[in-house]
């Protein structure tokens, strides 16, 4: 079921950390093979040896590793599509959800999994969850621990399309493709924007956004879209 090991976290974020800088990768897609997508944190692989818990030992455990996921997703410079197969649970529901568009396969669950073990929910999703359904939704979500199926997700906010098994990569796939052919660097400051306007006020975000257009028209997408405008022509983006 995908449980993240420490291992396969690393992996991830270092992934994420390379298509930030590369400018040949112009979209991300995080998907899993088998029944799940992610089942949650792999609680097996907690270090061995049982020394005595030292106050902030957790705390920071859970920085560097379930929140620094999240983080990587949240701040990856390229659109992360994420192509949910199967369950996705606890941090594996976060994990979706951190991504910028999400696309589930019919028979894919959604579940607040914290709950049914007593424990609160980390991988940022208290944060995460309240922005797409609101705090009533997101409690009721976090109390009971149900298992919430792809087309209530939709419904929800949670899932932007739905689609059959056979169907999720291709779907994937398409949506992925689009997005490479799309004026990449503004595509990312687009992404940071609406990310960081969740958190800050209207002047802020405001200010945000002026600097970031003023960013944006140094680049050559945006020098392209402009004159395929003014040309008449479809535009051709090199991410740059």
Known sequence: MNAVTRAQ???????LDDASADPAVRAVVLTATGRGFCAGADLRGGPAGGGDRVAGDVAR?????????????LDCEKPVIAAVNGTAAGIGAHLALACDLVIAAEGARFIEVFVRRGLVPDGGGAYLLPRLVGP?????LMFFGDAVPAAEAARLG???RVVAAEELQTAAREWAERLAQGP???LAMTKQLV?????????AALAAEATAQEINMTTADAN??????????TPKYLGR
């Open 158 to 160: 949670l899932v932007n």
């Open 61 to 73: 455990m859970i920085r560097l590793g379930a929140q620094r996921l999240i983080t990587a997703v």
């Open 224 to 233: 392209e879209g402009v004159a395929s405008f003014v040309e008449r022509r």
């Open 195 to 203: 990310n960081a306007s969740l958190d800050g006020d209207r002047a």
């Open 9 to 15: 976290r690393e992996r991830v974020v270092a992934l």
């Open 136 to 140: 009533q939704k997101a409690k009721e």
């Open 184 to 186: 990449t660097r503004a």
